[in-house]
C-alpha cells in the first residue's frame, strides 16, 4: 500500500522557536501541512495547507526544501522551511479557512484553532510521538535555525 504524503512549512522565528498550530478536538499541536491536490506541486501544496491552516501567506522564494521524511507507518512528510520575525507575523492574527465535521456534532469547525510559538525543547509536552520523533531523530530544529540564519549547520 503507497504512503500518502502531507506537505508542510517548518516555520521558525528569529528566536529558533517553531509555530505550532492546536488541531482542534485533539491534545496534539502541529505544524500546518496536509495532502496535496491532484497534479500540485509539493511547494505549492505547503503554501496552500500554511495559508489555510494559519493565514500567512509566505513568500515561494523565502522557502528552504527540507526533503521527505518517514512519519508514521501509512503516511510521509515533504518539508520545506522558513524563517520569519515575530514583528511580521503576529500569531494573535492567525486564523485557520479551512473546515471539517465535528466529532462530536457534525458541525463545521476550523481544523486548527490556536497557534504558538514554542522552543525545540518543550515540541514534546505539545506535539504527537510522531512529529516529536521526526524533530528528535532526523530534522534538528537546531541545526535548521542555524541554517536559516546563515550559518553553518
Known amino acids: ?8 512549512v517548518v516555520i521558525l522565528n528569529e528566536l529558533g522557536s517553531l509555530l505550532l498550530c492546536h488541531a482542534t478536538e485533539t491534545r496534539h499541536w502541529d505544524i500546518p501541512k496536509g495532502q496535496p491536490n491532484p497534479d500540485e506541486a509539493p511547494i505549492d501544496a505547503a503554501l496552500r495547507e500554511t495559508r489555510e491552516e494559519t493565514g500567512l501567506t509566505l513568500d515561494a522564494a523565502a522557502l528552504v526544501e527540507l526533503g521527505v521524511f518517514p ?5 510521509e512528510l515533504h518539508l520545506f522551511a522558513t524563517r520569519v520575525s515575530t514583528c511580521n507575523v503576529d500569531i494573535r492574527e492567525c486564523v485557520c479557512t479551512c473546515l471539517f465535521p465535528s ?30 520523533r521526526l524533530f528528535d531523530t532526523q530534522l534538528s530544529l537546531l541545526a535548521l535555525h542555524r541554517q536559516l540564519n546563515g550559518a553553518a549547520p
Open 103 to 132: 466529532y462530536r456534532n457534525g458541525k463545521m469547525i476550523p481544523e486548527m484553532d490556536a497557534f504558538q510559538w514554542v522552543q525545540p525543547a518543550e515540541i514534546s509536552r505539545y506535539a504527537s510521538a510522531s512529529l516529536t
Open 1 to 8: 500500500m503507497p504512503k500518502q504524503t502531507s506537505c508542510g
Open 71 to 75: 512519519y508514521r507507518p501509512d503516511k
